[in-house]
């Protein structure tokens, strides 16, 4: 159980590394028609890095579950059917980007009369992925952390004062996605990396406490499992 707790830690501090790769400038730019083709090799590296995230929260998911299983298995099997549901909508937002790509690289090398129309269409891929990918995929993650978080403070699995903050930056997080879902600001904004910084930090924390420390399964009846 420990060494699962220490594979766990470090995926989540691979999460946090991945995802920072997974940032796309050249799609989230206003000019992204002929940003995104320019910069068409990091895009694609995004991309891939998108897909390996998803793979990568799916396995701490699966770690997780067992430990769960036996504290609440209702609530654990929620956290796991939301942390599937959330990798889907990622990997939709994967396909999005990429698609986005192919109509940059249309626009850029097959000049044509009709930039309206492709403007459109570029408008609804674009807005469609940020609302896949950083509205509906954070806001469902988002229930799934918090699942994580409660379970997590109930057992004192980890300290309470890491799962308190992991809630609380939870919340903010999930707030930023609805303030996007309504255009109060964009996605690389500073208000929407200020609401994010919490849930980045505590990520962090718990990546290196479950590395270093493990579970604190002392008070728990499957502690000599």
């Given at each position: 159980m420990k060494s699962n707790a220490r594979i766990a830690g470090g995926l989540i501090l691979l999460s946090f590394i991945t995802g920072l790769l997974s940032v796309s400038p050249g799609?989230?730019?206003?000019d992204y028609l002929t940003e995104a083709a320019g910069q068409s090799?990091?895009?694609?590296?995004a991309a891939l890095y998108q897909f390996?995230?998803?793979?990568?929260?799916?396995?701490?998911?699966?770690?997780?579950?067992?430990?769960?299983?036996?504290?609440?298995?209702?609530?654990?099997v929620s956290f796991l059917g939301f942390?599937?549901?959330?990798t889907t909508l990622m990997l939709v937002g994967t396909v999005l980007l990429l698609s986005i790509l192919v109509l940059s690289q249309g626009y850029v090398n097959h000049p044509t009369s009709d930039t309206h129309t492709l403007?459109?269409?570029g408008n609804m891929l674009r807005y469609s992925r940020d609302y896949f990918n950083h509205?509906?995929?954070?806001?469902?993650?988002g229930i799934s952390n918090l699942i994580a978080y409660y379970i997590f403070f109930r057992s004192r699995l980890i300290p309470?004062?890491?799962?308190?903050?992991?809630?609380?930056?939870t919340l903010l997080s999930m707030t930023a996605?609805?303030?996007?879902?309504?255009?109060?600001?964009d996605v690389i904004t500073t208000e929407y990396l200020i609401l994010n910084t919490p849930t980045a930090i505590v990520e962090l924390l718990l990546g290196f406490w479950l590395i270093i420390k493990g579970w604190n399964t002392r008070d728990l009846p499957f502690a000599h499992e």
């Open positions: 799609v989230d730019s206003a090799n990091q895009t694609i590296a390996i995230l998803a793979i990568i929260y799916v396995g701490i998911a699966l770690l997780f579950f067992p430990v769960f299983s036996k504290l609440n298995k209702m609530l654990a942390r599937i549901i959330a403007h459109i269409i509205v509906f995929m954070v806001l469902v993650l309470s004062w890491i799962s308190i903050w992991g809630m609380v930056g996605s609805v303030l996007l879902m309504f255009q109060v600001f």
